[in-house]
């Protein structure tokens, strides 16, 4: 038996990682020269390399994992989590800072410990995302509109 062959390379991985850092590096310097002329940096400026650098984290865990044959469900289909899900809440509240020095050395440091978070990960994603595993019904004819029935009056028996 064949066992499939893994997402990405190791090799892959490691140049996207020295790619990530030196982008990290560039984009450090422009909001560098940017505080030094006095000017702010809008919060949402960092929300992109924070997005890339958990994408990568998930590279990271997807090449380590050992991937379970696709298998049909007999309730239907399963709702495949979203990547946002299965980086987690914890991943992101890691990227964040007060102000945009402090929330960029949080992505520098989850980028120089992305083993740790990776690990994390893992152990997450063995117990299974259960809160975000909906299963959808399949899909069935709807039935036939019919005309409602007409209301019958009792009248109260006389006789």
Same mark, same amino acid.
Do not use: Q
């Given at each position: 038996m064949r066992s499939? /062959? *893994?997402?990405?390379?190791q090799?892959?991985?490691a140049? $996207?990682?020295?790619?990530?850092?030196l982008? $990290?590096?560039w984009?450090?310097?422009?909001?560098?020269?940017?505080w030094?002329?006095?000017e702010?940096a809008? +919060?949402?400026a960092?929300?992109?390399?924070a997005r890339?650098?958990a994408? $990568?984290v998930?590279?990271?865990v997807f090449?380590?994992l050992?991937l379970? /044959?696709r298998? +049909?469900?007999r309730h239907?289909r399963l709702?495949?989590a979203? #990547?946002?899900?299965v980086?987690?809440?914890a991943l992101?509240?890691?990227?964040?800072?007060? @102000?945009g020095?402090?929330? #960029?050395?949080?992505?520098?440091a989850?980028l120089r410990d992305? @083993?740790a978070?990776?690990a994390?990960l893992?152990?997450? #994603?063995?117990?299974g995302?259960?809160r975000?595993r909906v299963?959808?019904p399949?899909?069935e004819t709807? /039935?036939?509109?019919?005309?409602?029935?007409f209301?019958?009056? *009792?009248?109260?028996d006389?006789?």
């Open positions: 499939a /062959p *893994a997402p990405i390379s090799h892959k991985l140049r $996207l990682n020295a790619w990530m850092r982008w $990290l590096i984009f450090a310097g422009v909001f560098a020269e940017m030094g002329r006095g702010g809008h +919060a949402r960092f929300d992109e390399p890339y650098v994408h $990568l998930i590279l990271h090449a380590r050992k379970k /044959p298998c +049909a469900h239907g709702k495949y979203s #990547l946002r899900a980086a987690g809440s992101r509240r890691t990227m964040r800072g007060r @102000d020095a402090a929330r #960029l050395f949080a992505i520098f989850v992305i @083993d978070h990776v994390r893992l152990r997450r #994603l063995r117990n995302l259960t975000m299963i959808l399949r899909a709807a /039935p036939a509109p019919c005309a409602p029935a209301p019958r009056v *009792a009248f109260a006389t006789s």
